[in-house]
């Protein structure tokens, strides 16, 4: 855990097989998750200030991921996750399976394999529970499958994560295929809301579909408004085109049945023209009167706020940046009452990045914890990298990243790393990762 005044970081555990941190609300709690025996995982919550105390809140007997958390009350948490089921909506433990005597498969059915991923029995889909406290310890209580009886699969495989649902103390929102279309030839999804009263409870009511007539392609990056009463997500053009750009939906009104007039393209220009860019990920600024998009342009991921309601009633709201070169990893409020973001980030030069950024103010954005102090402590510096553009194949220029040695010189000549990334639609970005 990173201290945001001081900058200093403090060890809360050393498992080896500890992930997916997340706050208990506002409290000095954390919970994470933990491999358990035969296939299980556990749900452990510790105390920042009391290194090594810590208790299981639940086990699910299977292997989950992409938790997330809302808080209902206090001493009541809503949690949801995701994990494999069976056709009939109960848990899949792939360890607890009889060890199969062939590796043949017998397909009955044109989609077969996505990518690398063969198509199962077992379908991705979102659970949920309640979080309840009782004499200083948490309990997870009974485990619900939202999309159990409805033919839907979420995540969307085989890419789909965190990015495919949300959840408020409404319900759930995420994003499916379609199921009456042959998933072989066709990318078009939609966005379902599932109210949930009451947490400890199976849904009352079936997944509410929105759609926008105009968009039959992919969706994606569902997420609430802070008030939980509208929502919005990312959707293409094209059906049956993978990598189409993103068009930004806004749902006015969850509470209504399903209907097309609740959703409306968000109209976002630069000049005269629309947008040309394509949003990886949407979210609304903590006060609710910006969408928050996250861009790859010319090899960053940008993060961009957008007028809400501009966007909404005519086409003049033009998108604004707020960071620079990087590639962004996450971005989320960094209290509640604030609409300051905390964003983490890497760069070509730091493998891990802490930023306080006003949306209002981005100027003013101040570095919480650099691993590299700038690059500092290996030699580095963001002088050794540039851009440059040159002629395609074609009639068209192509953008490149030049990364220098740390002791360049002019005066001398060095070998090429001539590294490509297949585009147009995605490309190699600003970031570090270790290989």
Do not use: C
Not at 279 to 288: I, T, Y
Not at 392 to 409: E, R
């Amino acid at each position: 855990v990173i201290d945001i005044a001081s900058g200093l970081s403090s060890l809360i555990t050393n498992e080896k097989t500890a992930s997916e941190p997340n706050w208990l609300g506002a409290s000095a709690e954390l919970l994470w998750l933990r491999e358990g025996e035969k296939g299980s995982t556990e749900l452990v919550v510790g105390n920042v200030e009391k290194a090594g105390q810590i208790h299981v809140a639940g086990t699910v007997h299977a292997s989950i991921s992409n938790v997330k958390l809302t808080v209902l009350g206090t001493g009541r948490i809503a949690v949801a996750f995701t994990a494999k089921s069976w056709p009939n909506g109960t848990l899949y433990n792939e360890e607890l399976e009889p060890k199969k005597l062939s590796t043949a498969r017998l397909y009955d059915s044109t989609m077969v394999r996505h990518w690398d991923k063969y198509v199962t029995p077992q379908k991705s889909a979102i659970w949920y529970s309640k979080l309840e406290k009782t004499n200083g310890r948490w309990r997870l209580g009974y485990l619900s499958n939202a999309l159990k009886n409805t033919r839907l699969e979420s995540p969307i495989p085989p890419f789909g994560g965190e990015n495919d649902y949300d959840i408020s103390s409404t319900g759930l929102l995420f994003v499916a295929k379609d199921p009456s279309l042959n998933p072989a030839f066709n990318t078009k999804a939609n966005l379902y809301f599932v109210p949930v009263e009451d947490f400890s409870e199976t849904p009352s009511s079936k997944p509410r579909m929105f759609e926008n007539e105009a968009l039959q392609g992919a969706a994606s990056s569902p997420v609430f408004s802070p008030d939980a009463q509208s929502a919005a997500f990312l959707q293409m053009e094209k059906n049956g085109y993978e990598s189409d750009k993103n068009r930004v939906v806004y749902v006015s009104n969850l509470s209504s049945e399903r209907t097309s007039s609740r959703t409306q393209l968000v109209k976002i220009q630069t000049g005269q023209d629309e947008w040309d860019l394509s949003p990886g990920s949407v979210a609304f600024s903590p006060d609710g009167s910006m969408l928050l998009l996250v861009v790859e342009e010319k090899g960053n991921d940008i993060l961009f706020k957008v007028d809400l309601t501009v966007s909404l009633t005519d086409s003049s709201s033009h998108p604004e940046p707020l960071t620079g070169a990087g590639a962004l990893s996450d971005v989320r409020p960094l209290k509640v009452g604030s609409n300051e973001l905390l964003i983490s980030s890497t760069s070509l030069i730091d493998n891990s990045l802490y930023t306080i950024l006003d949306p209002d103010h981005p100027v003013a954005a101040r570095i919480v914890s650099s691993n590299s102090r700038d690059g500092i402590s290996f030699g580095l510096s963001s002088e050794q990298i540039s851009e440059i553009w040159f002629q395609g194949a074609g009639d068209y220029q192509v953008h490149a990243l030049v990364t220098k040695p740390s002791n360049f010189s002019e005066n001398q000549q060095y070998p090429l790393a001539y590294m490509i990334h297949g585009g147009p639609q995605v490309s190699s970005v600003h970031s570090r990762f270790d290989s």
